[in-house]
Structure formats: structure tokens, C-alpha cells
């Protein structure tokens, strides 16, 4: 089983539409992160949290919301879908800071491939 | 502020030659640098990290990546291109003073030829 479980994988949806993604971890990790990925732009960071009572803004969270109902679980919510926001999201999960490693790297799950018409 | 360049979006190489994949990066303070790597369909996996320990760091599959402070490079090679490397490669930044925070290049697209 995947460490980092995103459902759907897929989704196809209209304008104006609520849609919810959904991400589940079994690594253990306080840290949880939702990105977009559009081509040549590499991966953007929407929303960010640190403990379940830590939701932060990222770079473009704009037409984007979060809950983090439990340690293992963070939804990406899209209020009221639009085109623009047709890309591929993916939630990541880290362990903070520490140590003689320094950062940590963040681990991906598969993506929700997202097109909104 | 961080900030990542991945020179050429576009990678092709003939099976059995050098694989080099350019970032460089923008950091205000000491970074660390990591390299993923995305198959098809599937998420980001980690390739490397720099964390300061060496500046050449290995990687899995191979994969190897220097850290060159004077030019503020963290360029990924692989003496040898397997039709199984094609994908889609990830440069990264994150400053040791914030936290888990990535910041990525735009990504560049190997395509392996045989």
C-alpha cells in the first residue's frame, strides 16, 4: 500500500462546481502539503500544515481551501471550480526539521489529475 | 528569497551516454538542494539530497549531483542513459531557515533514445 494515498485519481468536472481532494498518509509525518503542477512551471505550494492545528498559506492559495482533519488526513477543497485550476495536484507529507540531516525530504503521493470544463 | 532554474526543458540523449541535467539556485542563506524524479503517473520521487555534508552527493539509479557553491549549481548526471531514466526531473531548494519549505524549478524532460 502506498504510503501517501490520494483519492481521486482522477476527476473530470464543470465550472462552478465544488470539488474535494482528498490525501491520507501512513508515514507518521506532522507535516502535510498540497501542490499544483502545470506544465513548465514545475510544482507550486498552495497550502501547507505543520500539526493538525497549523494550516498556512503557500504561494497560490487563491480560489483554494484546507482542512486537516487528523494527523493522517488533508483535503484540498476548490469552493467553486474554474478552468484555470485544471492541473495535476499532488499532497507530499515530511518530518520537520532536525538533526544532523537538516530538512527533510518530502514524500509525494500519485497525484489527482484535475480537469475542470 | 529561493528560487530554481532548470536550464532546457527538454532533455534527449542516446542510451549509453551522459545524462546532465542543469539547476542552479537563488538562496539568501545555505540551502539544501534535492533532486526528484516523476515516472508516469506517478508522484515525485526523491533522487538525492545536499545537506552540506559533501558537496557530491549519490543518488539511487545511479544518479549523482554536485554542489558548486561559487556557482550556485546542483547540476544531476549519470555517466550512463537507460531507456528506464525517461522522465521528468525535479530541482529543488529549501533554506535551512525555513523549515520543510521547497521551492522547484520548472522541470526537464528526459527522453532516452535507443
Known amino acids: 500500500d502506498a504510503d501517501v494515498t490520494q483519492t481521486p485519481r482522477n476527476r473530470i468536472t464543470k465550472t462552478g462546481k465544488r470539488i474535494m481532494l482528498e490525501c491520507s498518509q501512513t508515514?507518521?509525518?506532522?507535516?502535510m502539503y498540497w501542490y499544483r503542477q502545470d506544465p513548465g512551471l514545475g510544482l507550486r505550494l498552495i497550502y501547507y500544515s505543520f500539526d493538525v492545528k497549523d494550516i498556512n498559506k503557500g504561494e497560490i492559495s487563491d480560489g483554494y481551501s484546507v482542512s486537516r482533519q487528523a494527523q493522517a488526513k488533508f483535503s484540498l477543497s476548490l469552493e467553486s471550480a474554474i478552468p484555470n485550476q485544471t492541473a495535476l495536484y499532488f499532497c507530499?507529507?515530511?518530518?520537520?526539521?532536525?538533526?544532523?540531516?537538516?530538512?527533510?525530504?518530502?514524500?509525494f503521493g500519485d497525484g489527482t489529475r484535475l480537469s475542470i470544463l | 528569497a529561493q528560487s530554481v532554474t532548470q536550464l532546457g526543458s527538454h532533455v534527449s540523449v542516446s542510451e549509453g551516454a551522459l545524462v546532465l541535467l542543469r539547476c542552479n539556485y537563488s538562496?539568501?542563506?545555505?540551502?539544501?538542494l534535492f533532486w526528484y524524479v516523476q515516472y508516469p503517473n506517478q508522484g515525485l520521487q526523491l533522487l538525492l539530497k545536499y545537506t552540506s555534508a559533501a558537496t557530491l552527493v549519490k543518488g539511487i539509479n545511479g544518479f549523482e549531483a554536485e554542489f558548486k557553491k561559487s556557482e550556485t549549481s546542483f547540476h544531476l548526471t549519470k555517466p550512463s542513459a537507460h531507456m528506464s531514466d525517461a522522465a521528468e526531473y525535479f530541482c529543488a531548494v529549501s533554506e535551512n531557515n525555513a523549515g520543510n519549505m521547497l521551492t522547484f524549478g520548472g522541470g526537464t524532460r528526459l527522453m532516452v533514445k535507443p
Open positions: 538562496s539568501s542563506v545555505p540551502p539544501y
Open positions: 508515514k507518521g509525518h506532522d507535516r
Open positions: 507530499a507529507t515530511s518530518d520537520p526539521p532536525g538533526g544532523t540531516g537538516g530538512n527533510q525530504p518530502q514524500h
